[in-house]
């Protein structure tokens, strides 16, 4: 079973829990660190650690402005430093356009926030899981 990273910004943390139930249901294994990491604990190791035992990392972009985070910035660079798979998971209401350059070459998978369901398809599907 794949496991996976979710990385969201605070205000999409109903999306993600959607996102990830959604690819629960589809077999894969979702690392939630607002919901699995522990208030205390250190964050950035435990982030590394999820990581390091996931086969890649979703980032879910329902506004560009995410990407610019400091603790995005982190995960991201985690998962390259690891050799692992990274995917956008960008709201179909924003353009590849709006996103920064850095992320040009990342892969990118649309959804539309209304329907999570059809983005955790599209994930397990590149993840060659369905």
């Known amino acids: 079973m794949p496991n996976v990273f979710i990385s969201h910004g605070q205000r999409d943390a109903k999306l993600a829990e959607q996102v990830e139930t959604a690819l629960e249901r589809l077999g894969l294994?979702?690392?939630?660190?607002?919901?699995?990491?522990?208030?205390?604990?250190?964050?950035?190791?435990?982030i590394q650690t999820a990581i390091k035992r996931s086969d890649?990392?979703?980032?879910?972009?329902?506004?560009?402005q995410y990407l610019s985070s400091s603790w995005t910035s982190y995960e991201v660079g985690v998962a390259e430093a690891l050799g692992k798979r990274v995917m956008l998971l960008l709201s179909n209401k924003?353009?590849?356009?709006?996103?920064?350059?850095?992320?040009a070459s990342?892969?990118?998978v649309e959804?539309?926030?209304?329907?999570?369901?059809?983005?955790?398809?599209?994930?397990?599907s590149r993840l060659a899981v369905v």
């Not at 294994?29 to 435990?46: I, M, Q």
């Not at 890649?56 to 560009?64: D, E, F, G």
């Not at 924003?94 to 992320?103: C, G, I, Q, R």
């Open 29 to 46: 294994k979702a690392f939630n660190p607002v919901r699995d990491l522990r208030p205390g604990n250190d964050w950035r190791k435990g």
């Open 56 to 64: 890649a990392i979703i980032i879910l972009v329902s506004r560009p």
């Open 94 to 103: 924003h353009s590849v356009t709006e996103l920064p350059a850095d992320f």
């Open 106 to 108: 990342t892969q990118i």
């Open 111 to 124: 959804f539309d926030p209304q329907a999570p369901e059809h983005a955790a398809h599209d994930i397990a």
